[in-house]
């Protein structure tokens, strides 16, 4: 590898490199959850189970073609990219890998490779990670703005082989980051070096990259926490009980009098924390003086 990475190029696959989990099944719940609500959420982790055989059993396409086809299915396209601008980046910051984006970064242009479509993931690798291409499916949309759950080009290793070609003409990317087992990442054959997560080991001219992600300022989700198939049955599961405790909260602070409160929300997980000395009325009366003006007016 030349000591100089001035006008060299780098390939990297998002998923399972960049991004340290290789599922991207938790960004479609974020999308279904933000951009239509609760019942496509809980309709897709119903379908968790059948895209986890479809994958195990060496049909990962057409598992990832569901995926797309329950998240997005009838949903405006508008609305997808607003949760792709304001609730995807600080879940996609939060599980990037560092040495990964050290070795990325120190090249002078970036093409990421996405098995998402292209509209859920552009946003945050360009701003956050200045990456210059993308290469993703791309979502089927009608006339109306509605997305069809459908793609429009599909997520093979030939596909993928032929885009990165095609967006690198008459240049052979200098280095290729990808899982060497993924159908993604077939374009690694295309580079003339080529490495593999982890990452736990950056050369000097890794180290001395002085780009950082730029920081996610601006977070709009609804969720705290990244929607894993787990995370997101207890979120479902807690739901019901949720409402009801709230409703009792609600009620009880309605009827009953100020000073009771603090002692019967301890009953119902509620808590009260006061910070800092509180101030108790002094019992010296302190004297009033009105101008006769006023009084007279």
Known sequence: MQTNSLMESVASELEGTLLKDPDPFSYFMLVAFEASGLIRFALL???????????????????????????????????IESVARAVLPKFYMDDLDMEAWKVFSSYDRRVVVTKMPRVMAERFVKEHLRADEVIGSEL????????????KSQVCSKNIYDRVAKVLIDEEPTLGLGRPSSSSSSFLSLCKEQMHPPFTMTN????????????????DGRLVK??????ALLILLWMPLGILLAFIRIVLGLILPMNVIPYISRLFGGKIIVKGKTHHPSPVATPACSSSALIEH
């Open 140 to 151: 089927v949309v009608n006339r109306f703005g509605f997305a069809t759950g459908f793609v």
């Open 226 to 231: 990244r929607p894993t198939p787990s995370t």
């Open 45 to 79: 982790l119903m379908v968790w189970p059948i895209i986890r055989f479809l994958e195990m059993i060496g049909m990962e396409e057409a598992g990832l073609k569901l995926m797309i086809f329950v998240a997005v299915c009838g949903v405006p396209e508008s609305e």
């Open 204 to 219: 000097q001219k890794h180290e001395q990259q002085v780009l950082r992600p730029l920081p996610v300022i601006f977070h």
